[in-house]
T-cell receptor
Framework: GDSVTQMEGPVTLSEEAFLTINCTYTATGYPSLFWYVQYPGEGLQLLLKATKADDKGSNKGFEATYRKETTSFHLEKGSVQVSDSAVYFCALSDLAYTGNQFYFGTGTSLTVIP | GAVVSQHPSWVICKSGTSVKIECRSLDFQATTMFWYRQFPKQSLMLMATSNEGSKATYEQGVEKDKFLINHASLTLSTLTVTSAHPEDSSFYIC?????????????FGPGTRLTVT
């Protein structure tokens, strides 16, 4: 079945450091891929998404490219800020095969220190 | 953009009692909503799919008699945890599915933290 594997955390970085959070997926069809962010005590917020191979999603300095050949959707940011401290979830959804059900990775906790 | 609200945001109840959590789509209609459960430091687990006007579809391992879902209108789905026990303490999140062209978007509510004492 469909699944998402996400790099385990926690991740601690200094402000202005480069961030990469790895995400790989397994899917029967051609899923859409997402990154969600969860701040402490809050629900999930969509950070970015990509709906087909080679698409690049970007938002707030974060970006991720849908790589079909490596079944990956790694999240990157060139210079993190303290306000980026949160838990990041990679997810996939395939309307054709799973009726738009979302499959989430286990989440990666990021702490950015000044 | 589409907004999904949940009420309450935080609830404490005694063991053996029931608690109802509401999920509302504020500025759109949603024929399909989803209920997730999140344990501390873990990912979201899909519990059930709620379809307006019909019975919910539960994921394997989720007790439908314990977690009652009602989707009586196009803007409201409710999750009732019956005879709650401490192990039901968790963060419950709903999402609503919105048609977008030939596909769909999902918007998530802010979550409800349930603590059973």
């Amino acid at each position: 079945g469909d699944s998402v594997t996400q790099m385990e955390g926690p991740v601690t970085l200094s402000e202005e450091a480069f961030l990469t959070i790895n995400c790989t997926y397994t899917a029967t069809g051609y899923p859409s891929l997402f990154w969600y962010v969860q701040y402490p005590g809050e629900g999930l917020q969509l950070l970015l998404k990509a709906t087909k191979a080679d698409d690049k999603g970007s938002n707030k300095g974060f970006e991720a490219t849908y790589r079909k050949e490596t079944t990956s959707f790694h999240l990157e940011k060139g210079s993190v800020q303290v306000s980026d401290s949160a838990v990041y979830f990679c997810a996939l959804s395939d309307l054709a095969y799973t009726g738009n059900q979302f499959y989430f990775g286990t989440g990666t906790s990021l702490t950015v220190i000044p | 953009g589409a907004v999904v609200s949940q009420h309450p945001s935080w609830v404490i109840c005694k063991s053996g009692t029931s608690v109802k959590i509401e999920c509302r789509s504020l500025d759109f209609q949603a024929t399909t909503m989803f209920w997730y459960r999140q344990f501390p430091k873990q990912s979201l687990m899909l519990m059930a799919t709620s379809n307006e006007g019909s019975k919910a579809t539960y994921e394997q391992g989720v007790e439908k008699d314990k977690f009652l879902i009602n989707h009586a209108s196009l803007t409201l789905s409710t999750l009732t945890v019956t005879s709650a026990h401490p192990e039901d303490s968790s963060f419950y999140i709903c999402s609503a599915r919105v048609p977008l062209g030939a596909s769909y978007e999902q918007y998530f509510g802010p979550g409800t933290r349930l603590t059973v004492t």
